[in-house]
């Protein structure tokens, strides 16, 4: 038996605005889109933005990424028809921003059910002061399938607008919170994806925050130019002798003789039931589309 599993190693944002940038998506090695109606787009290009993805929803080529697309506050003057138009584009995913409670994430589910948007998940942005206190709440929904909620993404620069703290290389100031967003999205089985990093002509820098985030538990990384898909996949895929191992304990538990087993000698090693799942997850962040199970 197979089941889909999704990396998210690389989610590249997309101004909504800017139909060109759209038309390349199929060229990318990203493994998520999310074509962005909100901070990207400015007030006089809304308009112009939702008629960019209904032409591109409407000779959407096959893709191997991810789509999500992230809509207004659904409070905002521009929010309802953002609701209202991904429900009918029905994309993989619907990114909510400045999300402060588990409210908030629950009424758009109720929408999306009532408009028939069966198939669209929910990501949610961590981005403000009030969804860093709420934030093991915001993540219990993702042990309710009937929720969507399928990932947590940091908004690092706004958290840093709206807290005041200083903005320095190492994130110093900021990696409490972070290490926040991944222990809550563990406890919902989420995923968590790190904050974009601005300077994408550094990618050396961008390289090291990549490692950061990977060695903070994040799945992947949002980003702002296709320049950073390459360090973010390398930086969020699993070592080569990682993967082996992980690829030989997966293979032993899909043996007819051991799937019943909860415990198994590995090269001399015990391996239960928990060290399959991490394998299982590990094999994910490669870009592989399925595994054994």
């Known amino acids: ?82 609701l209202a138009l991904a429900a009918a584009l029905t994309p993989d995913g619907l990114l909510l921003p400045k999300v402060d409670t588990p409210r908030e994430i629950l009424e758009v589910g109720d929408f999306l059910d009532e408009e028939g948007a069966a198939e669209t998940a929910l990501w949610a942005m961590v981005e403000t002061p009030k969804a860093i206190l709420n934030i093991g709440a915001i993540a219990e929904l993702g042990r309710d399938p009937a929720s969507r909620l399928s990932c947590l993404v940091a908004g690092t620069n706004d958290l840093i607008k709206e807290t005041g703290v200083l903005a320095t290389p190492d994130r110093r100031y900021l990696q409490a919170w972070l290490m926040q967003i991944v222990l809550a999205a563990r406890a919902g089985g989420l995923d968590a994806l790190d904050g974009v990093s601005n300077d994408f002509r550094d990618l050396e820098a961008f390289a090291r925050e990549c490692a950061e985030g990977a060695a903070m538990g994040f799945d992947g990384k949002t980003l702002i130019h296709p320049a950073q898909i390459g360090p973010a996949n390398a930086a969020f895929s699993p070592a080569p002798d990682a993967l082996a191992a992980a690829r030989a304990i997966v293979a032993a538990f899909a043996l007819p003789e051991n799937r019943g087993k909860g415990v198994l000698s590995i090269d001399g090693r015990m391996v239960e039931r928990l060290h399959l799942a991490q394998a299982e997850k590990l094999i994910s962040r490669t870009g592989d589309r399925e595994i054994p199970s």
């Open 1 to 82: 038996m197979k089941r889909k599993v999704t990396p998210r190693r690389s989610v590249l944002y997309v101004p909504a605005s800017n139909a060109k940038a759209m038309g390349k998506i199929a060229s990318l090695s990203c493994d998520a889109v999310i074509l962005d109606l909100e901070d990207a787009v400015g007030p006089e290009e809304k308009t112009g933005a939702r008629d960019n993805l209904r032409a591109f929803f409407a000779t959407r080529p096959p893709l191997a990424c991810e789509i999500v697309v992230r809509v207004n506050a659904p409070s905002s003057e521009w929010g309802r028809d953002d």
